[in-house]
Each structure stands twice: as structure tokens, then as C-alpha cells.
């Protein structure tokens, strides 16, 4: 299996910070996602790359930017932090189209 | 347009009940996968299984077991004799080219066992 590792687990920050989310896989998978989950929203796609320094922008990328200048690492900044990006956030991993994506353990973000 | 539905946001069971998470899915694709992930207390989705629009042989893994129906676009999930560390959210997701090989989620299920 991919495995998927998000660099924090919990994150508290202070509103109008730089934030930096890091996710890195351990494959050779081209495709990589940046998700928010919030109560009662489900999963909902912010950012996500199909290769080296492309990116593509989700359902819900205001106030975000993201990173892709290595195959294996990717992401996902907020320039200012604000308290409405307090939120669990998750990177996910996926190979061709006949394949399942593999999470992170997720990231907590509370931003102050 | 792709969309996937589980119409149940939440469902509670008494334990050893058997119990059945719908999935509805949309596509015009003639080609797309479909998965179903839990997602425990801890936050990490796990993956549970994937399934191709070209095979529609139900599935059984112990206790878990799905159910592909093309004719009414469905993929529900059953588990037998529920236990109270089935306790999670459950996600059914969608993939093909006409979604640009994004996964499409539905709201997910929130299963609560009871003991």
C-alpha cells in the first residue's frame, strides 16, 4: 500500500499567519489531492496536482495556494490564516484510474 | 455531471443488527470505479473496497458485503452482525474520466452501534 504521511497532526495557529500543510507519498503516484472536512460537509476537494508543478484548483480554493515542485511532496499553504479555515484537513494519493486513493492521517487545524 | 448520494446521514443500530448503507450514484461513463472508505474516530479514511463498472458480482468480505446493481446505479453496503467497532462514518466515492479522474464523494453515513 502508498502510505501517506502529513507532516502535524494537530496545528494551532494565530489568524494572519503563513500556514504550510505537507503531505509526502512513498510511490511514484502522479495525483494528489488536498481536501477540507468540516460537520456535516462531507469531503470537499481544495487543490489537486496531476504532476510536477501542476496544479488545479478544487471545489472550495479561496484563501489557499499550493506546492508541487517534487513528485512525492505536496503542499497546501494558507497566506493568512484565518478562523474559518479551522478545519481537518486531508491529503489523498491515487495512481490511474482503476485505482483507490490512499489518506494521510489527516491534519486538525485551529487557527486562533 | 457526476454526483454520489447516501441519502442517510446517520444511522443507529443496536449491535449484532445487521445493517445496509446506501449509495447512489450518476455518470455517463460507461467506464468508472466505485469505493466505499470508513472513516473511524481517529480521522483516517481507510479504504475498503473498489469496485468497476464492468463487474457487477456482489462482494463479501466477513461480515461486510456489497451490493453493485447497474440497473438502478446503487452500490450499497451491508454489514452482518453489526459490532460496536463499526462505529464510523462511511464514504462512498465515484471515479472516471468524465470526472477528470477525480474521486466524487458522497456526504457520508455516520454509523452508530450501540451496545
Known amino acids: 500500500d502508498v502510505k501517506v504521511t502529513q507532516s502535524s497532526r494537530y496545528l494551532v495557529k494565530r489568524t494572519g499567519e503563513k500556514v504550510f500543510l505537507e503531505c509526502v507519498q512513498d510511490m511514484d503516484h502522479e495525483n494528489m489531492f488536498w481536501y477540507r472536512q468540516d460537520p456535516g460537509l462531507g469531503l470537499r476537494l481544495i487543490y489537486f496536482?496531476?504532476?510536477?508543478?501542476?496544479?488545479e484548483k478544487g471545489d472550495i480554493p479561496e484563501g489557499y495556494s499550493v506546492s508541487r515542485e517534487k513528485k512525492e511532496r505536496f503542499s497546501l499553504i494558507l497566506e493568512s490564516a484565518s478562523t474559518n479555515q479551522t478545519s481537518m484537513y486531508l491529503c489523498?494519493?491515487?495512481?490511474?484510474?482503476?485505482?483507490?486513493?490512499?489518506f494521510g492521517q489527516g491534519t486538525r487545524l485551529t487557527v486562533v | 455531471a457526476q454526483k454520489v448520494t447516501q441519502a442517510q446521514t446517520e444511522i443507529s443500530v443496536v449491535e449484532k443488527e445487521d445493517v445496509t448503507l446506501d449509495c447512489v450514484y450518476e455518470?455517463?461513463?460507461?467506464?468508472?470505479?466505485l469505493f466505499w472508505y470508513k472513516q473511524p474516530p481517529s480521522g483516517e479514511l481507510v479504504f475498503l473496497i473498489r469496485?468497476?463498472?464492468?463487474d457487477e458480482q456482489n462482494e463479501i468480505s466477513g461480515r461486510y458485503s456489497w451490493n453493485f446493481q447497474k440497473s438502478t446505479s446503487s452500490f450499497n453496503f451491508t454489514i452482518t452482525a453489526s459490532q460496536v467497532v463499526d462505529s464510523a462514518v462511511y464514504f462512498c466515492?465515484?471515479?472516471?474520466?468524465?470526472?477528470?479522474?477525480?474521486?466524487?464523494w458522497g456526504a457520508g453515513t455516520k454509523l452508530i452501534i450501540k451496545p
Open positions: 469496485r468497476n463498472s464492468f
Open positions: 455518470t455517463r461513463d460507461t467506464t468508472y470505479y
Open positions: 496536482s496531476y504532476d510536477v508543478k501542476m496544479k
Open positions: 466515492a465515484l471515479r472516471s474520466a468524465d470526472s477528470n479522474y477525480q474521486l466524487i
Open positions: 489523498a494519493v491515487c495512481g490511474p484510474l482503476n485505482t483507490e486513493a490512499f
